[in-house]
């Protein structure tokens, strides 16, 4: 079975400085991996995926994240953190085609 | 865009009463998901339908039944409520199966408080 392991269950940075979320993800299939954001008493959003293909990819929000199957990880980046970035993001993980499952969601706090 | 609407939003309900959530999907999608997020827990997958028929389950307590009708729309049904139960309870939907490959579009969701 397919699992998700965020590391880091709370970031703090300050406003302009580098975003980083890391995400591992533990597959049997090459997998389908998603990034989303979830405001305060709010819906989850879809920020970015990896299907097939290019192994960087960009999001909304100018976010981006990289595959990379020998280090099983699929860590989001955001050049220059704003303050409306504070959310919690998790990361997951396709399996079956029908369920995700997701990581325990990291909260990410920027500083003014 | 038209998105995946839930309803209610919020919902009280008492220990050992009953509860129904609903979920109307993005025009023309034919599959919905449930999931279940705890306080300060990622979200659990709880059941899906494609074609009105179950395709998938996850952790969905016995207590809880789920069905999708003919206009595609679905209902969670949750009976004997537990403290337990409290939760936000997402939907999401998408067209044809399988659509996890692709990352499917959440609902805004119903907060349960169970009393």
């Known amino acids: 079975a397919q699992s998700v392991t965020q590391l880091g269950s709370h970031v703090s940075v300050s406003e302009g400085a580098l975003v980083l979320l890391r995400c591992n993800y533990s597959?049997?299939?090459?997998?389908?991996l998603f990034w989303y954001v979830q405001y305060p008493n709010q819906g989850l959003q879809l920020l970015l995926k990896?299907?097939?293909?290019?192994?960087l990819v960009k999001g909304i929000n100018g976010f981006e994240a990289e595959f990379k199957k020998s280090e099983t990880s699929f860590h989001l980046t955001k050049p220059s953190a704003h303050m409306s970035d504070a959310a919690e993001y998790f990361c997951?993980?396709?399996?079956?085609?029908?369920?995700?499952?997701f990581g325990a969601g990291t909260i990410l706090r920027v500083k003014s | 865009a038209a998105g995946v609407i839930q309803s209610p939003r919020h919902l009280i309900k008492e220990k050992r009463e009953t509860a129904t959530l609903k979920c109307y999907p993005i025009p023309r999608h034919d599959t919905v998901y449930w999931y279940q997020q705890g306080p300060g827990q990622d979200p659990q997958f709880l059941i899906s339908?494609?074609?009105?028929?179950?395709?998938d389950k996850g952790s969905i307590p016995d207590r809880f039944s789920a069905q999708q009708f003919s206009d595609y729309h679905s209902e969670l049904n949750m009976s004997s409520l537990e403290l337990g139960d409290s939760a936000l309870y997402f939907c999401a939907s998408s067209l044809g199966w399988g659509g996890a490959d692709y990352g499917y579009t959440f609902g805004s969701g119903t907060r349960l408080t169970v009393v």
């Open positions: 997951a993980v396709s399996e079956g085609g029908n369920k995700l499952v």
């Open positions: 597959s049997s299939v090459p997998p389908y």
């Open positions: 990896y299907t097939t293909g290019a192994t």
């Open positions: 339908f494609y074609e009105k028929m179950q395709s």
